[in-house]
């Protein structure tokens, strides 16, 4: 008994510390946010601020583009969260219930897609989108960040499909439902939780992406949030500290909000009303 609640305390103890591993850089982000020049020039910093201001993010506002960012940023996360969800779903439905040679060729082509590093694609999709006069508009990045999240999307989704019985479909098939009723009334509600997660993931994984707008992206009414925040360093390298954590912290807010929506679907059971009674 001693053994299992120290182990207990134990598992507590470092899932604390990974919380506040996570959250110190979140919460010194805002803190340097309401923080006014003379503070955040002081040698010795403080957690709260002790004059706590706005004008940081009236700065921010005013020196760049922030709600154009925003809005691209917002239209390219979306765009790229629901087709690569629409385009995923049925591909890893058939991955997963149909696990021969094509099953087999789809994992390895999720495996091998993640080992490839950003910088040796962004050559060839450059010059494809240069093809297809797509460069520096948010379409085009749309299709980059669907292709790049594509594979994980059909990984995560086949992990949810598989989870599902292959009974239940059965037993739908037996009192009559044709092939696209046991589909829609019966395995698509059961993957809900599961399409939420990776539209959660497409969306962040867009929402956050750096290098492929930096590249595709040139002129400031086309960029998106990750890119804009660059703008507040200077060409020595000398950051303007205040309105650039103020525009970050900005940037972090949609993620979480989004996240904080949805967060009981994605941890509610899965299988939570397919017993049927």
Known sequence: MRTSTGARVGQYAALLAYLVFLAFPFLWLISTAFKPPQELASLH??????????????????????????????????????????????????MARHRGRLGRAATGWVVVSQAFPFVLL??????????????????????????????????????????????????????GAGRLRVLVSVTAPLLAPGIVATAL?????????????????????????????????????????GPLAAAAFLATLPSLVVFALIQRRITGGMLAGAVKS
């Open 201 to 241: 993931f497409a969306f962040i994984t867009a929402w956050n992406e750096f290098f492929f707008a930096l590249v595709l992206l040139k002129t400031p009414e086309k960029q998106t949030l990750p890119v804009i925040l660059t703008h507040f360093i200077g060409a020595e390298g000398v950051a303007d500290l």
């Open 45 to 94: 910093p403080t957690w709260i601020p002790e004059n706590p201001t706005l004008d940081n993010f009236r700065q921010a506002f005013d020196e760049q583009p922030l709600l154009r960012a925003a809005f691209n940023s917002l239209l390219a996360a979306l765009g790229a969260a629901v087709i690569a969800v629409v385009i995923a779903t049925p591909m890893a439905y058939v």
């Open 122 to 175: 962004i050559i060839p999709l450059f010059l494809v989108l240069k093809h297809l006069r797509l460069i520096n508009s948010v379409a085009g990045l749309v299709m980059v960040y669907v292709v790049w999240s594509l594979p994980f999307a059909l990984w995560m989704l086949a992990g949810y499909v598989r989870a599902v019985p292959a009974e239940l479909e059965e037993a739908a098939a037996v009192d």
